[in-house]
């Protein structure tokens, strides 16, 4: 059965502080990798990765994809307490016609402490 | 913000009711894709519908079901409602096929006493 492992489950560090957060899958025919930071209620999307290697960047986030380990990294530096919310990755397999099927691990909580 | 919207916002309901959850996608989007969120958990997939047609169904009972109408908007139903069923419901719309990511719309919390 796929599966998407995320670690840690909580974390939490001062303003200033770089965090990593990790995520491990387990899917069948992987298409993609996302990441996504939610606040409140509705996820909003941060990432999607596909290819290995590649570092995609957005401010003080990036995120990295090994697809030969199977696992991703979100790294957020200098953090600010506006990056406390729960950080959910998911894989999406291509499998028959339910592209768009995501699958997500538990999320990591993260808060920062002014 | 996304362009996808969900109503209602909240919700209470007694175990046994029915309910029944509304989401309109995003401008362009055929493809509708409903999640279940418990508390600590992550997003489970439930269905997704493409054209009016359920395209896929996670591992939830038959009592969950849903449409698909020709605007793309889509509904939620839930049957019989069990205490286990309180949760976040997300849907989320996309272009299937498509390199869009998929957008999520607020979610509707409901809560079965």
């Known amino acids: 059965e796929d599966k998407v492992v995320q670690s840690p489950l909580s974390l939490v560090v001062h303003e200033g502080d770089t965090v990593t957060l990790n995520c491990s899958y387990e899917v069948t025919n992987f298409r993609s990798l996302l990441w996504y930071k939610q606040e409140k209620k509705a996820p909003t999307f941060l990432f999607m990765l596909t290819s290995s290697g590649i570092e995609k960047k957005s401010g003080r986030l990036s995120s990295i994809l090994d697809k030969k380990e199977l696992f991703s990294i979100l790294n957020i530096t200098a953090t600010q307490t506006g990056d406390s919310a729960i950080y959910l990755c998911?894989?999406?397999?291509?499998?028959?016609?339910?592209?768009?099927?995501?699958?997500f691990g538990r999320g990591t909580q993260l808060t920062v402490w002014p | 913000e996304t362009g996808v919207t969900q109503s209602p916002t909240h919700l209470i309901k007694t175990r046994g009711q029915q309910v029944t959850l509304r989401c309109s996608s995003q401008s362009g989007h055929n493809t509708v894709s409903w999640y279940q969120q418990a508390l600590g958990q992550g997003p489970q997939f439930i269905f997704q519908?493409?054209?009016?047609?359920?395209?896929g169904r996670g591992n939830f009972p038959p009592r969950f079901s849903g449409l698909q109408f020709p605007n793309y908007s889509s509904e939620l139903n839930v049957n019989a409602l069990e205490l286990d069923d309180s949760a976040l419901y997300l849907c989320a719309s996309s272009s299937l096929g498509g390199d869009d990511e998929q957008f999520f719309g607020p979610g509707t919390r409901l809560t079965v006493l």
């Open positions: 519908y493409y054209r009016e047609e359920e395209n």
């Open positions: 998911a894989v999406e397999p291509a499998r028959g016609s339910t592209l768009g099927r995501l699958y």
